[in-house]
Structures are given as C-alpha cells and as structure tokens.
C-alpha cells in the first residue's frame, strides 16, 4: 500500500507545537551541541603528555625507494620519532589487509604506488614541528612508469604495480559478472532498437568537513588500547585491529566521538591510524594525527572510477528489453573497496534500474592503477551509483533515438506494483515498491507539461532549457549473513535496550552518526514502540566498550538493519513490561490491551498502568509475577532478512547560456519512497543533502591526474563542492510504501539523493543541449566541458 | 590541519614602520594584509616567509575619497568596503560587479584591493579591473613615493613593480566626464577564481566612445589591458558589430592555457563573449540605457 504527500508547508509545520512520542517531525537531539560549538569531535581530543604523527608522502605516482635518510629530522629537537617502511617491516606491520582482502602498505617498503602514498612519520611534540621535520627526511626515489590510464592498465607492456604480490605479471585485479549472457545475447539480436553509449562515473571524493584521524593511547602496564577515530564502523575495525595486529580484542576500546561526515570515506581502516596505534605502543604515550584537508582529498577512499559501456534493447514502441554493460573499474594501488566480500563490484547489479527486463547481463574487469585505493564511498550503496546512472543514462539515449518523452518512456517500462516482490534478472528481490504513483506526483509537482511546452517555445528562439528525468531504485541494508559479510564478520546489528525505573530510558546501538541524527531517530523508535517521548531516551553509540557489536553506519544500512533491530529490542522490553502489568493489574497477560505507553485491562480503560509504573515496579521491591527477574532490559541481534529497496522520481531543470555555457539548475523537484517516515524533516535534510553531492558531481567534481600521476584535485579550490548559490530551492514530496519484511515498514533514505539526482542533472544538460545534436556528455559538466560538447568536442573525462 | 611553517611576526604601527620593517628585512619578509591568499599558501608550504608583517593596524590606508579628478583608495580597503561604496557604485559600477563575484563574503571581509593587486595573481578580478579603469598606483618607500599605471605594475605572474622596500599604498582611478563601466565572470562555481573575466569602461563624446578599455583576467599574465582594444573603440560609435570586433581582438590577444578550469578554446571563447558582454553593458551605463 502506498500513501502520498508532499511536503508540508514549513509555516504550516512551525504551527505544529506537539512533539511526537514516536515518528514525526523533531528537531534533532544532538543540535543544541553542535550548532553551539560543543561537539567533541577527535581534533578536540587532548590528553596529557599527548604527541603529534605526521606522515611523509610521496611526491611521485610509481616509483622505487632507493633509500630514506632520517637522522636530520631525528635531530630536530621536538621530535620524539621517526619511523620508516622497514622499521615497520620488522614487526611485521608494513602491510595490513584492506576490506576487500587486497594487502595494502601501511608505510612503503620497496616501491611508490600512487602520489601521496604513506613512506614515513614523525612524532613530536607539536603539530608543528611534526610537519616541519618531514621536510628533514631524504628519500631517493628511482622514477618508474606510472599507470595512470586505465583502459592501459592491461596493455602487455604495462608495468607491474603489485610486484609485491607473488606471481603477479599483469594489473588485473578480478572480473566479475552477473546475469544470463547467453538470453541477453538472444534478447539483443532480436530486438528492433539497440542503443549503446560509452557511460563513464569520474572519479570523485566525499569531502567530508572533518577530515580523517585518531588519538591513539597505549597504556603501558594493562596493554590496553584506547582509540578515538573517526570511525564509520568502530566495532568492525576494532574485531580487525585485533585480527591484524594480533592485540587481544577486549583489550582494544575503539571509540567514534563526534563525527563530521562520512560518507563511506571514514569506513576502511587508514595507514595513519595504523600508525598512531604503533607510534603509542612504541613510545608509551597518546599519539594524535590527523589529516590535513589535501590528505584526506588526495589519499583517502576515493568514489566511483567507472568505464562503463552500457546497452539498452526495445521495441520501436519503446518496450524495454534487455540492458547489458561492460565495465572497466580503476581501483587505484590497493583494492581497498569496502563492500560486502562476496560483492567485489558492490550492489552493481541492479543495474537493470526500476524496469521490468527479459534479460540482463553485465561483466566487470577491476584493475591496478598508479592512483590512491578506495572505490566505495560518497553515498553510494555499494556501487548503486554507477548503476542506477548508467541506467538512467542509456534510458534516456534510447528516448533520444526513439524520440520519446522520457517520462513516458520511463512510465511504460517501470515494474507494476502487482510485480512485487520482483525479482531482478540478476536476482536481486526487490520487497516492494510502487512506481508509478511516484513518477506522477514528481510530473504533478514540476508541471512537467507546462515544462516541455516552455521548452519548445524557448527552442523557438534559440534558448537552451533542459529538463532531466531519472527513476532510481536503490538496495540497501547489508544484508542477511548468509549472503553479506566484510572480512568474514556478518552485517548483523545488535541493540540493547534499558528501561530504567524512574521510566527513563537508555538504548545502546553497534552504528554510528556522522551527522545523520540517529541520537533523534533512534529515540523516536523506542519511543514509537513503548511510549516514552523521546526527550528522556538517551542514545548511545560509537563506543564498542558500552555498545553491542555490530557493522557500523554505511550504505544506508543503519535504519534497515539497526532501526530494526532498536524497534524489536524494545518489543522485547514491552513483551516483559505486559508480564509485569498483569500482575500489577491482576489480570492475564491476554487480558492487556497497549496503548502508546501502557498496558489497560481489556474493556476497563481505566484500569491501567503506564510504562514508567511498570518501570518502577521492574525495579522496586514490589510483587512481580512468579519466575520474573527483575529489571527492564533486553538484548537483541538483528539478522535481516532482505535488503530494503527504496525508490524515488527526480526531475532536474536546467538553463545553458548558450553563449557562455554556463548551466543554472532552475529546479530539482525529488520524490522520494523510503518506506514507513521516522522523522520526516531529518529525511528531507538527507535528501537535501543528497541532492547538493549530484550537483556536485554532475557539475563540478573530479578528481583528476595528469599523465604522471599527479593528483590535480588536492585542495577544495581544485575540488570544488557545490554552495547554495548552486543549488535551488529543493521541491521534495514522497510516497510512502512499506518494506514488507522490516518490523516497522522502513527503508534507508541517507543515499537515495546522491544515487538518484546524478543522472537527472546530467539527463537535464543533455535535454539542453538536443539541439546541437547531443545525446550523451560524460560529468563533469563544467561551463568548459559544456561548450565544448556544443562544439562538436565532447571528450571523455578520462 | 595544515600548518605552517615557522615565521616572525610583526604588527606594523604606522605605513613608515612597516616600510622601515621591509628595508630592514628584506626579501625574507612579507606584508600580510587580509591574509586570504597569503597564509593558505603558507599553510600549504608553497609560500614559506621568514616574517610576516601585519599591516592591518594600518589605519590610514583605509579610505575611498574623490576629489575633481580623481576617486583614490587606500590600499588596505576591504573587498567588503568596495562593495559597499556608494562612490565607487556612481562612479564605477564595474567595482561592484566584480566584488558580488569575488570569493565570498568572509574572504570579501578581510581580503583588501592593494592585497589582491600585489598578489597579482593572473587569476584576479581586482586587477582586470583597475586595469580597465586606468588606474595607477601609488608606491611608497623610505626615499619617497612613485606612480606607476596598471600596465608597469603588473611585471608578471605574482610579479609587480612594488620592490622588497616598498609598499603599495593607493590607487588612483581618473574620474572623467561620461564613463561608464561593467565587468563579467565566468567561475565554475560562486567563489570560485575566474575561468575568464572582462571588465570593460568607456568614456564616452556624444554618440561615440572617446576612450575606452578593457581588461581580462585568467587568460595569461599580460591581459589586463589591451592596447588594440582601445585603439578599436577609441572614436568608434557604439554598436553589436563593435562589440564583436572588440570580443574578436581580445580573443586573439590573450593567452589562455588549457587546465582544470577549462580548455584554451574554451576560454578563448569566453574572452570574446564575455568582452562584448562588459562593453555592450559599459556602454548602456554609460548613456543612461542600462535595462
């Protein structure tokens, strides 16, 4: 069943002064602290006697250490040390395993292998002097070829990047393939219409505010260590550290303060939390490092890094039949993709969109380059991205060739509520979903006719309007453990819930905010469930000493996964609470009826007891019915059965300066379905937010490198992130259809945006451009790139 | 956080001290003035000074007066104070064009206009500017003051004429009778530097331009003032076909470089555009037609 609604008026929604015991709109918890300033995030972290690492880097893409000279800056009079590749080889610590079961130098021992790679540290006193002493080490380096080009990763004369590995004689790091090659061969050579276009996702960066870093803290005489990191997931990379580094986990208490975005850029394990950890162990005091900003761009879990040539087959009506692509993916120097280990190319496989297809089949090369590691990160749901963007590119190339509406086209081709749960022809089950509805709600909002009909009179006078659709169904919450784990840990999620006996309550969950408001969301689901407003549930998270285990906050997973696992936590609680009551009561537990916050006897209203009673009583020194213990708490872990699969229609209109090229994004309207709504305001600031990253990345971003490997993008001057003056005044409304398996009926929204709004951009300033004669351009669609394609030049990004 | 390396540092107390400060430091030393380009460099180790001289107590170079020829700016006045002048929006609204379009507001705070000419970045509004105004500026040292034009200043990139014992101290715009004035961004993003800017001014005789001067920025080091460009307006009366003559020879008189900004082509292309943007605009101001 789906419900409909645009959003409220916010004047409407300032009248509103009730705060909702359960779901609806609330300010958010943690806001009094970080808009005063108050947060705590790790850079606020300061311990006595605590020291600075700062780490060396190099300055080429591929080359041979020759040798490293460090007495000048062991000379420095703040320096407290300095540590090298081979000091690390010594303890057996110069590699360490990436997420993706790659090795991954955490200091370079024998070669360079991307610009910015990890080569030495130091350790002073200060900030300061750490930095000025690296200009102390000499290193030679031998320059070798670099690989930068990666559709030449796999020419027989590349050289080898990953000579460290054993036998290795190519770049090649997998191919990987879903779908039925054979049937969508067959669909193909049957169909009346194919269209193919080369589809290339840049590599872009998340760009988080707060950059990456730790304060690591050895303590001598216990061994313990405690780590403060900027940590997506701390209770994975804490079970990691001690499978890695062979410390005894209840040992290690990794602990995630405040956050300042992640975006999957703060989930795999660094070098230089490695290093913090071994710089403590070693000197016996607190060591803090933290990146810079032209770090954290030009080292750290990069995003996409897509060729992908995409084909779409139909009938001449415009029925689609088939899609199929190839993909070529450039996981830089270390294959440091964190997905899930049985999905090297992420959730690329539903790349058959929100279509109902006779057939699919794609196949993926994954290769070394000379560039930094990463592959997973900017809100991408495991590689949903990509492709929901090739797909909704080549949905609109085929409109193009087959001079459809591309609503319309989209409109006669999308799965059929009745279709639900749908299988994929790569079989993923989609849980549920109603297209339709949504599309048209987005048409309505934009007055999409009135749209086209401007369009064709500005056409008229040799103005560029453009007007880009895209229908995105996303995959999200990993994922049952049979299928889904990350270095063998499955993605299960715990929570504990405790009700105190003043009836107050504190919930304990394994995921961490980095922004996203689950110290609000999470409290509006126990409080949805037992009745307790929100105000007196305290949240607590990101310390693996006072939470439950759990894979962390990525991939939209944390409402799925533990939004699930806090509502059936605290159905546990309630579960006893009934048992209490009755007693209380006198009456069976069948007898009781809940209402938000207490249990009353069936047909007798008035006699009832409310949840902060049965609190006190949990606890006091009262009656409980026999063979009860005492106190108000439970424990769960969360297994989910599917993944959720929200949906959303994203319009993008667009105006081109014909003579400067430049594009202004007139509007975006965005309807979003992510199931049953916890807090709406915090889900249209995700959006917003979403919606802001595609301007991004359809407009402005990439990172780029110069044929030597040189990384041009190190500095937000060079790598550029949308403002308001870019961006519009979003128009959002949503649908609401409830994932069937879920206890309360949600889905993830936090990367719906950044998946969907891309290709409605992109569809936008190629509808503009239709009559130059423009069926694709690649992003980033600068004003240079723009003009360009309108000169006949379009040229791939990379 | 990056950080810098270690430096000296000294609030200058008056424009004699600061002076003093330079001749006795050298080329080791630096003015900091609003700061905005000087210390993230600093901060990113491509500029490594051994003193920064603070000269923001400066008080005197804080001004825009005008007296019968000319308007004349303190070298310390803020992008914001520019902005906001309504003197300089009367006299020459091509300031207030291009200030909307510089950086942001907290960088517009602090950032002043003899900071963004010393700068000299090739980059740079303020220089395109001042060059299209005619402006001159007033350098000081211990043996006394000179005058140099726009053209003299600007030696090369993130070079000019001010040596390590002198200091920039003013700018003087001629005020003549008739002008008018307009300038042009393209940025790939609001803040953004320009991918190519024009500012254009003219000065008008009736129903033709007397004088009239355009300056580009970001299409190489020695665009901001054309001298084919005057000579094409100089007499010349107004009209779609002039302004395209006039785009076409700065065009071909700029020397763009391909980088992540834009392609050579592209900006070559901006440049034409955009010139005859400025000066279709200049010109309606000019005679009262702005829309």
């Known amino acids: 069943m789906t419900t409909t609604e645009p959003a409220p008026n916010p004047a409407e929604e300032a009248a509103e002064e009730e705060r909702p015991i359960g779901f609806g709109r609330l300010l958010r918890k943690e806001d009094p602290r970080l808009i005063r300033g108050m947060g705590n995030f790790v850079d606020d972290i300061q311990l006595k006697g605590m020291l600075h690492l700062a780490i060396l880097r190099s300055p080429m893409a591929h080359a041979r250490i020759v040798s490293i000279d460090v007495s000048a800056a062991q000379a420095h009079p703040k320096v407290v040390a300095v540590i090298t590749g081979a000091d690390l080889a010594e303890q057996g610590l110069a590699w360490m395993p990436t997420l993706s079961n790659d090795t991954q130098a955490v200091l370079a021992t024998d070669k360079v292998r991307f610009q910015h790679q990890e080569v030495a540290f130091v350790v002073a006193e200060d900030r300061y002097s750490a930095r000025d002493a690296l200009e102390l080490i000499d290193v030679e380096y031998e320059l070798l070829s670099p690989v930068i080009n990666v559709r030449k990763a796999l020419d027989p004369d590349a050289p080898i990047i990953r000579d460290d590995l054993e036998g290795k004689t190519d770049n090649h790091i997998f191919d990987w393939e879903t779908g039925d090659e054979a049937a969508t061969e067959a669909v193909f050579l049957n169909a009346e219409v194919v269209v193919s276009e080369e589809i290339i996702y840049p590599r872009v960066h998340p760009a988080p505010m707060e950059t990456c870093g730790c304060v690591a803290d050895v303590e001598r005489v216990s061994g313990q260590l405690t780590l403060w990191c900027t940590s997506q997931a701390p209770h994975a990379h804490r079970t990691v550290y001690a499978l890695v580094a062979g410390l005894p986990e209840h040992k290690i208490r990794v602990i995630a303060p405040d956050i300042g975005g992640g975006f999957g850029n703060k989930v795999p394990i660094y070098p230089g939390y490695v290093c913090a950890i071994v710089a403590s162990l070693v000197i016996g005091k607190p060591v803090k490092w933290m990146e810079d900003r032209t770090e954290n761009l030009v080292s750290t879990g990069f995003a996409r890094d897509y060729v992908m040539k995409a084909q779409i087959a139909a009938t001449k009506e415009g029925k689609i039949l088939a899609v199929r692509s190839e993909v070529l993916a450039d996981h830089g120097a270390f294959n440091g993709v964190a997905a899930p280990v049985k999905y090297p190319a992420g959730f690329f496989g539903v790349f058959t969109g929100s279509y109902d297809l006779q057939a699919a089949h794609a196949k993926m090369t994954a290769v070394y380059t000379n560039k930094a590691p990463g592959g997973v990160a900017y809100a991408c749901s495991f590689r949903i991205t990509e492709a929901v963007y090739m797909v909704e590119r080549i949905v609109d190339c085929l409109a193009h060739e087959l001079k459809m509406d591309p609503a319309e086209l989209r409109l006669k081709n999308l799965i059929k509520p009745e279709q639900f749960p749908y299988t994929t022809k790569t079989g993923w089950v989609y849980d549920s979903g109603n297209y339709e509805p949504a599309m048209r709600m987005a048409m309505d909002m934009a007055g999409y006719e009135e749209l086209r009909r401007e369009q064709a009179e500005k056409r008229e006078r040799g103005e560029l309007m453009g007007i880009g659709v895209s229908f995105f169904t996303e995959a999200v919450g990993a994922g049952p453990r049979k299928d889904m784990d990350i270095l063998g840990l499955g993605m299960a999620d715990g929570c504990e819930l405790r009700i105190h006996p003043t009836g107050k309550a504190v919930v304990r969950l394994s995921v961490k905010t980095q922004g996203q408001g689950h110290e609000t969301t999470f409290a509006q689901i126990v409080a949805e469930e037992i009745g307790i407003p929100p105000e007196d549930i305290e949240v607590v998270q990101g310390d693996t000493d006072n939470t439950p285990f759990g894979l962390g906050t990525y991939g939209s997973r944390s409402t799925p996964v533990s939004g699930a696992a806090a509502a059936l936590v605290t159905r546990k609680v309630r579960d006893k609470a009934q048992i209490i009551a009755s007693g209380m009561l006198e009456v069976s537990v069948a007898d009781l009826e809940w209402t938000k916050g207490s249990f009353a006897v069936k047909g007798d209203p008035s006699k009832s007891v409310t949840i902060q009673d049965i609190a006190m009583r949990a606890h006091g020194a009262g009656d409980l019915p026999e063979g009860l213990e005492g106190g108000l708490e439970a424990q769960i872990c969360y297994n989910p059965e599917n993944l959720t699969y929200p949906f959303g229609a994203y319009i993008c209109v667009v105006d081109i300066d014909p003579g400067t090229a430049v594009v202004t994004v007139r509007r975006f309207i965005a309807v979003d379905d992510c199931g049953t709504q916890i807090n709406p305001m915090i889900i249209e600031g995700q959006v917003h937010g979403g919606l802001a990253d595609g301007i991004g990345m359809a407009m402005m971003q990439m990172i780029a490198f110069d044929e030597d490997g040189n990384c041009l993008a190190g500095s937000l001057m060079d790598y550029l992130i949308p403002t308001a003056l870019e961006t519009p005044d979003w128009e959002t409304g949503h649908t609401v259809t409830p994932s069937p398996h879920h206890p309360f009926g949600a889905k993830g929204i936090g990367e719906s945006a950044t998946v969907g709004s891309p290709p409605a951009v992109v569809n936008a300033i190629v509808d503009a451009l239709k009559p130059y004669g423009i069926r694709h351009a690649d992003m980033p669609l600068t004003p240079s790139r723009v003009w360009e394609t309108m000169q006949g030049n379009h040229t791939p990004p990379i | ?291």
């Open chain 2, 1 to 291: 956080m990056q950080v810098p390396a270690p430096f000296e540092y000294e609030r200058a107390t008056s424009v004699e001290h600061a002076i003093a400060l330079r001749e006795r430091l050298g080329e080791e030393a630096r003015f900091v003035a609003g700061g905005h380009s000087l210390l993230p460099m600093m901060k990113l180790r491509l500029a490594n000074p051994e003193y920064l001289i603070d000269i923001n107590d400066l008080s005197e170079l804080f001004y825009i007066s005008e007296d019968a020829n000319e308007v004349r700016i303190g070298a310390m006045t803020r992008h914001r104070d520019l902005l906001d002048s309504e003197l300089l929006a009367q006299h020459f609204p091509i300031f207030r064009d291009a200030e909307k379009v510089i950086a942001d507001p907290v960088v517009r705070n602090r950032g002043t206009l003899g900071g963004s000419l010393c700068q000299a970045d090739p980059s740079e509004d303020l220089s395109a500017v001042c060059a299209a105004l005619d402006a001159a500026c007033v350098i000081k040292s211990t043996s006394g003051e000179r005058v140099v034009s726009m053209a003299d200043f600007h030696v090369g990139p993130y070079e000019t004429a001010v040596g390590d014992a002198e200091m920039l101290t003013e700018i003087r715009i001629p005020l003549r009778p008739n002008s008018g004035s307009a300038y042009e961004k393209v940025e790939r993003r609001a803040g953004d530097w320009a991918i190519v800017s024009s500012g254009a001014a003219v000065w008008m005789d009736g129903d033709v331009i007397a004088n009239g001067r355009v300056g580009l920025a970001a299409v190489g080091p020695n665009t901001t003032s054309i001298e084919t460009v005057s000579a094409a307006l100089s007499g010349a009366a107004p009209s779609e076909e002039l302004y395209q003559t006039v785009g076409d020879i700065a065009a071909a008189n700029c020397s763009p470089q391909t980088d992540q900004r834009g392609t050579a082509a592209y900006k070559r292309h901006l440049a034409m555009e955009l010139t005859r943007r400025s000066l279709r605009r200049a010109v309606a101001r000019a005679t009262g037609q702005e829309a």
